[in-house]
């Protein structure tokens, strides 16, 4: 199923949407790889989602991205004596490790990390920012504040620290335990949460092992200091925009989007933005206008993939709100004004052979009004590299290696199609022409812009382009 967009979608699977029949539904309208988020599910339910989407794979004979999504540390208070407290704002309220049932006047945090990083300039936010807490003392187990917006407060509730760099693990013990099982199941991304530093990936990359892409989630204002660092380490990174959203003022998150958007495709980096992208069809079955501007934004801004959660995972409507963005992404790139927004960043070429061919070959293909570019890879370097370029005219990828073809389905505009490598330069040309001729880019007479890398299968080696007229005998 040849896509007519190039920006693509990512659908998180869950209770909504975890038959083999639903997972179909949402791959015909427009989800390109699926995520399975680790939070929730045992590693049993995991599996089974994972090989239904393994089956829906084979039968549509098209290669299907899967990506597990780490949970990351997760900081919660305890709970009350009774249903819940309201905290006024002013008033004192403590936070300790006493495991006692929490009163309105403190709770138990059972953190000591968090004391041990707690200042009188640092702030906390309870229940997704609904309660902000300012320290005023703290200790190795306790921690004095003033409630600065108060509001209820009930037993679990989620603690944001927006201030301070935690002195954590970039990987959890529960992290470690999901990373090997959804490496051995073979997924084709794992996405890394609660990202600080770049130190943060370089640990989790050491634990990956090349055996899966790896996606750096910026969802923490400390990351956003360290985001050249981050990008430069990662194979791709996600606008977390939740915890984005809570951590730091919202009329912040559109900035530091744009910016994580334009520092991952200054570095050719994959960039994936995400969270409440359609959350009103979670229950309604259409969207707002804010939330198709919203989706609109990020096409235009030139993000390789925009993403669902809730709205495909657990929502009323997760087959319409896939189609809703495949709808709205197809509309945007067919605007009279989606080229210059994309044309604003494209990534200075390296004094590189490869590099210097993949400029070129956009070049070549947007002057001849080439049918496409068709790539050969093995590693997929040479397919990421054409997709930075975000060219006028498509992309199809060529390689003989399934777990390629998959990792590539997050990438902009990449088309790949698995088959047997070429014997040589000849024969490289030949195939690029009759599988664009039989997927549908090409016809008798067009050209398509041809580049590979000589001898082949060595990784980044692209230095080779040829220009090649389809023939009626392809």
């Given amino acids: 199923m040849r896509r007519s967009r190039s920006t693509r979608i990512i659908a998180t699977l869950g209770p909504a949407s975890s038959t083999r029949e639903t997972i179909r539904a949402l791959y015909d309208a427009g989800a ?126 989620g603690v944001n620290l927006p201030d301070a760099l935690l002195p954590l693990p970039p990987l959890t013990e529960k992290d470690r335990r999901d990373l090997e099982m959804a490496l051995g199941l073979g997924v084709d991304w794992i996405a890394q949460s609660f990202v ?18 790896l996606i750096a989630k910026i969802e923490k204002p400390q990351a956003l200091h360290d985001v050249e660092a981050i990008v430069e380490t990662a194979d791709a990174v996600m606008v977390a925009r939740g915890d984005l959203g809570v951590e730091m003022p919202v009329e912040d998150v559109p900035g530091a989007q744009k910016t ?65 963005m495949n709808r709205v992404a197809t509309r945007v790139e067919s605007d009279a004004h989606y080229r210059a927004f994309v044309d604003l960043v494209r990534p200075t070429p390296q004094a590189t052979s490869a590099d210097a061919i993949t400029r070129a070959a956009r070049q070549v293909a947007e002057t001849l009004n080439a049918a496409a570019i068709v790539t050969y890879t093995t590693s997929g ?32 505009g990449l088309q790949s199609v698995v088959g047997e490598d070429a014997h040589d330069f000849a024969d490289m040309v030949e ?24 001898p082949f299968g060595t990784p980044g080696r692209t230095n080779v382009l040829r220009i090649s007229e389809v023939r009626g005998d392809d």
């Fill in 260 to 324: 994580i958007i334009d520092t991952a495709r200054r570095h050719g980096k994959l960039v994936v933005v995400a969270t409440q992208m359609l959350d009103s069809m979670v229950k309604a079955p259409v969207p707002t206008r804010a939330e198709v501007s919203d989706v609109a934004n990020a096409v235009f801004e030139g993000a390789d993939a925009v993403m669902l959660s809730a709205e495909s995972a657990a929502g009323d409507h997760p087959i319409e709100a896939v189609a809703v």
């Fill in 196 to 213: 600080q530093t770049a130190s943060d990936v370089v640990a989790a990359r050491e634990a990956v092992a090349g055996r899966a892409g």
């Fill in 32 to 157: 390109d790889v699926f995520r399975l988020n680790m939070s929730h599910g045992d590693h049993g339910q995991i599996a089974a989602v994972y090989e239904a989407v393994r089956a829906v794979e084979k039968a549509a004979d098209r290669p299907i991205g899967v990506l597990a999504d780490l949970q990351g540390p997760k900081f919660r208070i305890g709970g009350f004596a009774g249903s819940g407290v309201t905290l006024h704002d002013g008033e004192h309220f403590r936070l300790d490790l006493d495991p006692a049932p929490g009163d309105r006047h403190r709770v138990q945090l059972p953190h000591p990390e968090i004391f041990a990083a707690l200042d009188d300039t640092h702030c906390l936010l309870l229940d997704d920012g609904r309660v902000r807490l300012r320290v005023v003392t703290a200790g190795s187990d306790y921690a004095e504040t003033v409630v600065e917006v108060g509001g209820p407060l009930s037993d679990r509730k």
């Fill in 381 to 412: 370097s040479t397919a990421l590299r054409a997709a930075r370029e975000r060219p006028s005219v498509p992309i199809l990828v060529l390689t003989p290696r399934l777990d390629t073809a998959r990792r590539l389905t997050m990438g902009w």
């Fill in 431 to 454: 195939k690029a022409r009759r599988i664009a001729k039989e997927m549908g880019f090409a016809r008798t007479g067009d050209y398509v812009v041809v580049t590979a890398g000589e």
